[in-house]
């Protein structure tokens, strides 16, 4: 069974599922990431990168990101806590299929709402997102409202520091992007204009840096940042 993580499952929501941006294939195999990895090799996927995280691959052009944990959870109880219940929301509920014209499954809407959620401000914390990750929050809740658990999404937002910047980004949707967008999430206009704000700026990114370079350029936005 392979859940599509993120865009390319996200795609769907939009209108034209194939005009939505794609980067990576990040997909998620339950308990067979090592199967996942050796059946990609002998298919001729070549290795780029493994951490504890996820393995990185790349097949006939397509960059693939095999995950074996959805979250960089070391460094707290926190974050391990946060992984630990991804891990068992993903199994709670059925995953469905992406289309008719696939066996690509995608995860239940309230894990990917979490997810999203999680994922969006990650980047947004280190060195921005761009308007499409937007888009993307907006068409999901949009879609999904009635099969999201909003109590528990408060309840995980508002533990793990992310409600505000869910308030913000769903202020963004409803007030620039012409979404009308009615979920139990409360508006945010203190952080609404600073958030958009920095969407649009340019800001360096540390995901295509290694090493060193990927330290300094994180610093940097981290300085550069603070506020966030």
Same mark, same amino acid.
């Given at each position: 069974?392979?859940?599509?993580?993120?865009?390319?499952?996200?795609?769907?929501?939009?209108?034209?599922?194939?005009?939505?941006?794609?980067?990576?294939?990040?997909?998620?195999?339950?308990?067979?990431?090592?199967?996942?990895?050796?059946?990609?090799?002998?298919?001729?996927?070549?290795?780029?990168?493994?951490?504890?995280?996820?393995?990185?691959?790349?097949?006939?052009?397509?960059?693939?990101?095999?995950?074996?944990?959805?979250?960089?959870?070391? #460094?707290?109880?926190?974050?391990?806590?946060?992984?630990?219940?991804l891990n068992s929301l993903i199994r709670k509920y059925p995953c469905m299929c992406i289309s008719k014209e696939s066996n690509?499954?995608?995860?239940?809407?309230?894990?990917?709402?979490?997810?999203?959620?999680?994922?969006?401000?990650?980047?947004?914390?280190?060195?921005?997102?761009?308007?499409?990750?937007?888009?993307? @929050?907006?068409?999901?809740?949009?879609?999904?409202?009635?099969?999201?658990? @909003?109590?528990?999404?408060?309840?995980?937002?508002?533990?793990?520091?992310?409600?505000?910047?869910?308030?913000?980004?769903?202020?963004?949707?409803?007030?620039?992007?012409?979404?009308?967008?009615?979920?139990?999430?409360?508006?945010?206009i203190e952080y609404r204009d600073k958030v958009l704000l920095d969407i649009m700026s340019i800001t360096d990114g540390v995901?295509?840096?290694? #090493? @060193?370079?990927?330290?300094?350029?994180?610093?940097?936005?981290?300085?550069?940042?603070? @506020?966030?």
């Amino acid at each position: 069974d392979t859940v599509v993580l993120k865009g390319l499952g996200l795609g769907e929501y939009y209108p034209i599922p194939k005009q939505r941006e794609c980067g990576d294939f990040d997909c998620y195999l339950f308990d067979n990431y090592q199967k996942g990895i050796d059946c990609a090799k002998a298919n001729g996927a070549t290795i780029s990168h493994i951490d504890y995280k996820h393995a990185q691959l790349s097949y006939k052009g397509l960059n693939i990101e095999i995950h074996k944990y959805f979250t960089s959870f070391r #460094g707290g109880k926190s974050k391990h806590a946060f992984e630990q219940m991804l891990n068992s929301l993903i199994r709670k509920y059925p995953c469905m299929c992406i289309s008719k014209e696939s066996n690509i499954l995608q995860a239940n809407p309230t894990f990917n709402a979490i997810f999203i959620i999680y994922h969006t401000l990650f980047h947004f914390l280190f060195e921005s997102v761009k308007l499409r990750h937007i888009m993307d @929050w907006g068409l999901l809740v949009k879609a999904e409202r009635d099969k999201i658990d @909003w109590q528990l999404f408060n309840r995980v937002c508002e533990e793990h520091k992310m409600l505000k910047f869910a308030e913000a980004i769903t202020s963004i949707c409803n007030d620039y992007l012409g979404f009308d967008i009615d979920i139990p999430i409360k508006t945010n206009i203190e952080y609404r204009d600073k958030v958009l704000l920095d969407i649009m700026s340019i800001t360096d990114g540390v995901s295509n840096k290694l #090493g @060193w370079s990927r330290r300094i350029q994180l610093l940097k936005n981290t300085y550069k940042s603070r @506020w966030k």
